[in-house]
């Protein structure tokens, strides 16, 4: 099919060609013919990655009901530190990273603030940033963040 001159949809390119070449060199004709399609997938890059951040955040808002924001430069170094993992297992194992860190990050700021965190209500309805700063993650609450950023 074409729109606006443009083929769109599925359709065997010069690539499709080319890893079906590579495929026959590695798998026997019995494999192959079991094939219906083959999809490749291009490289995601560094704004999917900000975007599947964002996406797991939002689904830690509702789980938790709260309102985490995270700066740019915060996701930029979730990136950075979770280089090796995403390399080897994909956007996947970001999202278990992100957990651990904010949980870890969320745990400690409330139990500073509350020393009784056993008031489960305390926790509900926060809304917190997720900031880098002095080369670690830092957390305040939202409304300590916009004073200080808007002051300036």
């Given amino acids: 099919m074409k729109l606006h001159g443009k083929k769109i949809g599925f359709t065997q390119t010069d690539s499709y060609n080319h890893y079906f070449a590579a495929l026959k060199k590695w798998a026997k004709p019995e494999f192959i013919g079991r094939l219906t399609d ?21 689904k830690l808002n509702n789980k938790w009901n709260m309102s985490i924001k ?12 979770s280089k090796k993992t995403i390399a080897l297992y994909g956007a996947r ?12 990050l969320i745990a400690d700021y409330f139990e500073r603030l509350d020393r009784n965190f056993e008031n489960r209500n305390f926790v509900r309805n926060r809304s917190v940033v997720i900031d880098w700063r002095d080369d670690k993650f830092f957390i305040q ?6 004073e200080m950023y808007t002051s300036a």
Avoid: C
Avoid at 93 to 104: H, M, N
């Fill in 93 to 104: 194992k970001l999202e278990q990273y992100i957990l651990e860190l904010l949980g870890d």
């Fill in 141 to 146: 609450s939202k409304r300590s963040f916009d």
């Fill in 70 to 81: 995270i700066t740019e430069e915060a996701k930029k170094q979730i990136l950075i530190q």
């Fill in 38 to 58: 083959i999809i490749v997938f291009d490289p995601l890059t560094t704004k999917n990655f900000y975007d599947i951040i964002e996406l797991f955040v939002k």
